[in-house]
């Protein structure tokens, strides 16, 4: 046993002396080969998506990913913690089952939407109808009151599920453009429609409910075969349905043809108050300029109709790998590195604004910052967001990157800085130095953000482990630069679109207790 213990003790002070002696081509080689040869990408997604699930800011499913996180961490001997910067609407989605009860059974897909009131166990079955076709907001008024008891239906039918590249590779070309030109007017004349009523898609939905509506069915196509954008609901007592584009247009021409379908919803969910919110910040403590930092940034939370995974748990799996290879392969770095796990991004970047405000220390300190967060794919843009010398030092940096992992990367110098979409925009508000690892889009946009086939089956690996690669490099080579990174601001130039000058986008406070009234 001693001997052991003697041995074990000779072989760490030589791996430390060997550590020290290593060359930054040896630790970018060693980084490379961790997170090729030992990847945890895999059992970090299983655990996240299909163990944890969806996290949704202020649902047990994202207190517990944050519970998962700092554990994680810790079995890797890094220190991490849950830091509260708020309160959120409480809520727990349950069992969501709809079928159609008349004029023939049939079982549908669909969910509850975000934050949906519960119909309880027995469910609520009534009728359904759609807008009317109205000439003012006076004509709606009239109409309003016979929607009580009543289904409302308040999305468009789409014409077709098929998406365009499908047509395109299929349809003859008169056909593809007849359906494209039927269905722009379609369109053209629901927004007027919509604009006559007085409300707005987002508005109606609480007008209804108002007017006795027992519950709402909607559907927001996502473009995709089978993809519907799935948000929050905005109602205090009756129950939003999303519900497939195949089973929604069923629906819709059974009532167009006057079969008066009925449905029953069964809608479980609970209230469950106010909770706290939460960032997951881990750290990896600096030995030499300890009040300097880099940050690995991603946001934790999702929206809930499927399980996160391409937004934004491959930013996320992505951050968790680049530092356990870090931990693993230069364990005592020159500056201080911190992994943020946002909260309530989706909601307006709430975690992450929540933490520069409170952090300014930290934030003076920003030696970097990197954040992912659009998709699975490769990192293909970074953009110097306005700082006038990132070409500098993110090119210095870049320099130690081997080709494989960088030759798709198109670098864009000095850029203009972000005023939102991800969390590195709450930094740069700031004035301080943090980029966006933007991915390749692997029809991110139609088929995986926000829609209810954002699943682990779309994780493309090998994407993603380039990506822990690239940012635990990047992290290295910031973490050991011999200069502090400027933050002098480049000359904004005309925005194209406006005609004006270009400002500098400026720092906004967090919604520190959301959905609640
Ligand atoms: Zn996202």
């Known amino acids: 046993m001693q001997r052991q213990l003697l041995l074990t003790l000779f072989l760490s002070i030589g791996f430390i002396i060997n550590l020290r002696a290593q060359t930054t081509e040896e630790i970018v080689a060693a980084i490379e080969k961790e997170g090729t040869e030992n990847s945890q990408l895999e059992t970090l997604a299983y655990q996240l998506m299909d163990y944890n699930g969806p996290r949704l800011v202020g649902t047990p499913e994202m207190k517990s990913a944050h519970d998962w996180a700092v554990n994680t961490y810790k079995s890797w001997g890094i220190d991490a913690e849950n830091q509260q910067w708020g309160t959120w609407k409480g809520w727990q989605r349950g069992i969501t089952h709809v079928d159609m009860v008349s ?27 759609t807008l009317p076709t109205v000439g003012d907001s006076m004509a709606f008024a009239k109409w309003l009151p016979s929607v009580k008891g009543k289904i409302v239906m308040v999305s468009m039918m789409q014409p077709t599920g098929r998406p365009d590249d499908n047509w395109e590779e299929f349809a003859t070309e008169a056909s593809f453009a007849k359906m494209k030109e039927e269905r722009e007017a379609m369109e053209k004349a629901w927004d007027e429609n919509m604009k006559n009523t007085g409300y707005s898609s987002r508005t109606i939905n609480k007008a209804l409910e108002d007017a ?158 990197f954040n992912q967060d659009n998709g699975t794919g490769r990192v293909v843009r970074i953009s110097g967001q306005g700082f006038l010398h990132a070409y500098d030092y993110l090119g210095r940096w870049l320099e130690a990157v081997p080709d494989a992992y960088k030759n798709e990367i198109e670098t864009t110098f000095p850029g203009t800085p972000g005023g939102g979409g991800s969390d590195y925009a709450s930094f740069v508000a700031a004035g301080a130095p943090a980029f966006s690892l933007s991915s390749l889009s692997w029809a991110y946009w139609n088929y995986t953000w926000h829609t209810n086939l954002d699943t682990y089956d779309k994780i493309v690996f090998d994407d993603v482990r380039n990506n822990a690669i690239l940012t635990a490099i990047l992290t290295y080579m910031a973490c050991e ?24 986008p400026s720092q906004r406070s967090p919604n520190r207790r959301g959905g609640l009234d």
Not at 120 to 128: C, E, P, Y
Not at 296 to 306: K, N, P, T
Not at 481 to 504: F, H, M, Y
């Open 103 to 129: 004029p023939r059974v049939a079982s549908l897909h669909a969910t509850q939407l975000a934050w949906s009131p519960s119909t309880g166990k027995k469910g609520v079955t009534a009728a359904l109808v």
């Open 212 to 369: 006795g509506a027992v519950a709402i069915a909607q559907s927001r196509w996502s473009r995709g075969f089978g993809a519907n954008k799935i948000f929050s609901a905005g109602t205090d007592k009756i129950p939003v349905m999303d519900i497939s584009l195949e089973d929604y247009g069923m629906l819709y021409r059974m009532v167009e043809h006057g079969a008066k379908p009925e449905i029953k919803i069964v809608a479980e969910s609970e209230d469950l108050g106010e909770v706290p919110a939460f960032n997951t910040i881990a750290t990896i403590p600096g030995t030499e300029l300890p009040d300097e930092y880099i940050i690995l940034s991603a946001h934790f939370d999702s929206w809930d109709g499927a399980t996160g995974a391409t937004d934004n748990g491959t930013g996320t799996i992505t951050m968790l790998e680049a530092a356990r290879i870090l931990k693993k392969v230069y364990p005592n770095p020159k500056r201080t590195i911190l992994i943020g796990h946002w909260g309530s991004e989706e909601q307006g970047l709430n975690g992450s604004r929540a933490f520069v405000e409170d952090n300014p220390k930290i934030v003076e300190g920003l030696q970097a910052l």
């Open 481 to 504: 630069d011999p200069e502090k990174t400027s933050r002098e601001k480049a000359v904004l130039g005309i925005n194209p679109r406006t005609g004006e000058q270009r400002e500098w």
